[in-house]
């Protein structure tokens, strides 16, 4: 028998589950920005060696070509790491609608459940009953639906990160 505590204790472990997901979607973000930044520092010093390198010296010349090896060797790293968050993210969000989904599922029927074994004993506490869990199941959607949104505008911000990212490179590569 699954009672209504029980159903608020799963829905609250569950909101909890997606709340920690983004705390994890938070620190992929962080660990981005700090790639990002690593390669910017890697880039202004290897502007710098190419600026002297250009006023005729030739002394660091090997120390460019490993400067540029390393910036791409960060940029693939940058690369792998943006890809494979993502899909990390694809995968985990897949994952959380899912299980919304079937946790809505799952509620919507031990509600009827509940109010069938109910109906001989208590015929209006169950129609109350019934109403109430109308009212949160509405409640429920509406966050299920600000998650989707949140996540959409995350994975907005991340694609126009990397796309923004990719096209200074490119600026970065033809100059």
Known sequence: VVT???????????????????QVLKDLNSQIEETEQRLSEKQRERDDLLEYKNVGSKIHANKIMDLEKEIKEVKDDFCKATEYYRNAWKAVKEANDRLVEKHMELSKEQAFQTAVRCLNKNFYREIEENEWLKEEIKIYQQEVSDLKASIQLL??????????????????LSA
């Open 155 to 172: 994975e907005e911000e991340n694609i126009s990160l990397v796309t923004k990212l990719t096209d200074a490179r490119l600026q970065y």
């Open 4 to 22: 209504r505590d029980d159903v608020e204790e799963s829905l609250k472990a569950m909101w909890q589950y997606v709340k920690d997901e983004e």
